[in-house]
């Protein structure tokens, strides 16, 4: 890897934190033991899980380990949520004396992940559910009483990210929580179904607090490669299969209680269980830092652009996560992000989600609010642990001589023809 | 981790390979990048994710490497061929003039593992496939004219298992595929659907030749931990919704061509890469080193136990995997299997499956043909590329002794009483 390249892409994936490093080249050739066989190897990679299970749990705020379920990644915890709804309704139903008529609701807005609107639209299009798309408001946030507004008698589940992966918006999940709460005690005398809540909180842990107790969501989403972890994830449930149902896309052997079968990728989820400890032991200090850099990389960017420099995503009554930086570069001849990214030697960052074609102008940030024209000069700076000033300042200055060229470019172009 | 315990459990799973150990140690904190991403970082990782589907692709017997697909392990991709077949039949009868009536029907054996027979018991659960499970033989092995002849007009899927986990039994897929061949040309005259035939080869790769175009399969399910490798899989698919049907689990980013969203994770891919070119290069050294281990262990078994150790599986017509013994030590107490391991100092070996309860006999011996008294006793011993002369002998002496305890014990209770 050419080591003078600035990585400034975060939110699209972190490196893992040195001590993860350190803990998988410990656990590798150890604990490779099955966790299911009853011997000692396996009984001690059991352990080291179930270690795990409980930092995780820790991370976001619940001392009960058996609410974390391994998965593979955030598209599987999202999918496992999304697909579960239909098998709620219809479980729910056989136990009713008055069961409801009709197939479930599903909420959700239009700036989430790809792994959420698409199984949504899978589900939709199968005929299995229907579907509100709440949009954001053109500041990028979701309105409490907008997202509320769409409850339906056969509403079974809500589902919104905790901040936006491209915008930094942080949506209020807490509030909608809160008034969710009072929604399902009315629902419940009423006779109705209970309206499960999940949270993508892929952007949002290390960076913000998670605390599902203060959330009070019932399924949240965890990704390891986002803070600092291994390539695998987890969900949340609150009480699996007590409070909150949870039904398995696979099946097989028993692991994790029959939810997600499948041998345990062992010493991955012992990397993961070493990151959500660091992620919270350092959160204070990781907060600090990518507020202090960000606000240092937005300054830098004024002072070197000026007006052309515009940063979305900015009002004073919308909080944004403390790394993100959604920037457009102005020109007088409206390069675009990608043009721009193009052309910087070492920057490396992102117009939108990797998985997305970095060459249209990104959705969700048109729906964010942002017209055409803003949306695709946009481009996403998001910083991590190993940002530092002076990468900062060769970041903005790589910058302008990716400008300086197109331009350049531009010129020798018009004077040809 | 006990230093002296004997590992003799390798059919449950085995240790990374030293080399993919260092080939972990080596991409872990540097090949961190996002695939997906357009800069150098993530080019240079996807790069290198390519590079580890040739070696899966190549040590499966096929050139195509684009016919891999990676997965979160062996449960998924079995999960992922099964929940397939509905489907598939569905957009088969979409594109017919006379569609065919009925639920897809799928044929499987009765010594399947669990993630290939529960998801397809949780599809015939709710009405949407009708199943044949073919008995296998009283020496543990499917006939292939028992097999076939359970085909009927909407039969979508034959899975099958090409080597047994626990018997070691190997089952004549490439015959089967070859008679499936002319049946499926006869069927496709007659404007029925084509059958689809996987195999789940977690037991068999690494151990005895597994090459997609002798055994003429359309999938063939790859674990990386049953072959020195990580704990992921793949999925090999002859190729992908060309010639072959394969339908998403998850929804998300266009990972995989959209077949398997989800961030890759790359540094487990570039391991598994490792892994399988490992498996490739030593096979032939492999195979025989677990011959011939195996055979010492047998013999050592005979000359300590003589008539009282009884080895299942070795039908001389039957094939069987070099580095499985599965084996009764009769003792006139009756002692069952998992009361002798309990008591071994030393040995780390199974009754069945990891995934199972250790306790009960397990159906797959007693499918295969064995009496319930010798079931309860059999022992599973598989040996693995760190299994040395000196530890089976120890391995048998720790056996004995093991019988010896529950002997004395028995003795001093019966005193007693």
């Avoid at 079974?156 to 399902?184: D, S, Y």
């Avoid at 965890?222 to 949870?246: C, D, E, M, Q, W």
């Avoid at 969700?364 to 609010?369: P, T």
């Amino acid at each position: 890897m050419r080591s003078n390249n600035i990585y400034l892409d975060y939110n699209a994936t972190t490196p893992l934190a040195p001590e993860v490093v350190d803990c998988l080249r410990e656990v590798n050739p150890h604990y490779w033991g099955n966790p299911s066989s009853p011997y000692l190897r396996g009984l001690l990679v059991k352990e080291k899980i179930e270690e795990a299970r409980t930092n995780i749990a820790k991370l976001v705020g619940t001392p009960h380990s058996e609410d974390i379920i391994f998965t593979s990644g955030g598209t599987e915890s999202n999918n496992m949520v999304i697909f579960g709804t239909t098998k709620y309704l219809k479980e729910w139903n056989e136990k009713q004396k008055s069961p409801l008529s009709g197939i479930p609701h599903v909420i959700t807005t239009n700036v989430e992940h790809d792994s959420v609107i698409l199984p949504i639209k899978r589900l939709q299009e199968d005929g299995l559910i229907d579907v509100t798309i709440v949009p954001v408001t053109k500041k990028g946030v979701i309105v409490a009483e907008d997202l509320l507004s769409a409850v339906r008698p056969n509403t079974c589940l809500i589902t919104m990210m905790m901040a936006n992966n491209e915008t930094g918006v942080i949506m209020p999940v807490a509030e909608i929580g809160r008034q969710l709460q009072r929604v399902n005690r009315k629902r419940i005398a009423d006779g109705l179904i209970k309206i499960l809540y999940h949270t993508d909180a892929a952007q949002a842990i290390g960076k913000i607090p998670v605390d599902v107790e203060d959330l009070l969501v019932d399924y949240l989403t965890i990704v390891g490669h986002k803070f600092y972890g291994p390539r695998i994830g987890s969900l949340y449930v609150r009480g699996p299969n007590s409070a909150t149902p949870i039904y398995p896309m696979f099946y097989g052997g028993g692991q994790e209680n029959g939810i997600r079968p499948g041998t345990e990728n062992a010493p991955m989820t012992i990397g993961l269980g070493k990151a959500a400890a660091l992620a919270a032991q350092f959160f204070n200090q990781n907060q600090s830092l990518f507020i202090c850099f960000r606000e240092y990389l937005e300054e830098k960017l004024k002072e070197r652009f000026g007006e052309c420099a515009v940063i979305h995503f900015r009002d004073p009554d919308i909080p944004f996560l403390p790394n993100t930086c959604s920037v457009s570069l102005l020109t007088n001849e409206k390069f675009s992000g990608s043009d721009i990214l193009r052309k910087c030697h070492r920057v490396e960052a992102s117009v939108g989600a990797a998985c997305h074609s970095q060459d249209k102008p990104s959705a969700i940030l048109s729906n964010s609010g942002l017209s055409p024209e803003l949306a695709r000069s946009t481009i996403r700076l998001s910083i991590g642990l190993l940002t530092s000033k002076s990468e900062i300042d060769d970041a903005v200055q790589d910058l302008a001589n990716a400008i300086r060229i197109l331009k350049d470019g531009k010129k020798k172009k018009e004077n040809l023809s």
